[in-house]
């Protein structure tokens, strides 16, 4: 079966750009695609990947402020976002 445009795997994992409330992006962040699917989707991601930032923080001494956002690497901006920040140039 084909997989969905812009979905990118590399071997067992699923990649995510994630978006922080504070206006930062992190790129390329790497999920098992075992705890994704079913009826939760990509929910699941949004909490490995918050787990995954505290990991960081400890190690780093530097704290991540909370997600806004994850998609998919690969997939297109959705509209409500662009308008978002077009509102907020202006």
């Known amino acids: 079966m084909a997989r ?15 978006y922080y ?4 992006q992190r790129s390329n962040r790497r999920v098992p695609a075992a705890a994704l699917g079913g009826l939760d989707g990509d929910e699941p991601a949004k909490e490995i990947i918050a787990e995954q930032d505290a990991e960081i923080a400890e190690k780093s001494g530097q704290p991540r402020g909370p997600i806004k956002s994850i998609r998919r690497a690969g997939e297109p901006e959705p509209r409500e976002m662009k308008k978002q920040e077009r509102a907020s140039q202006h």
């Open 4 to 18: 969905k445009p812009g979905t990118r795997t590399v071997g067992e994992f699923v990649l995510f750009d994630v």
């Open 21 to 24: 409330e504070d206006g930062t």
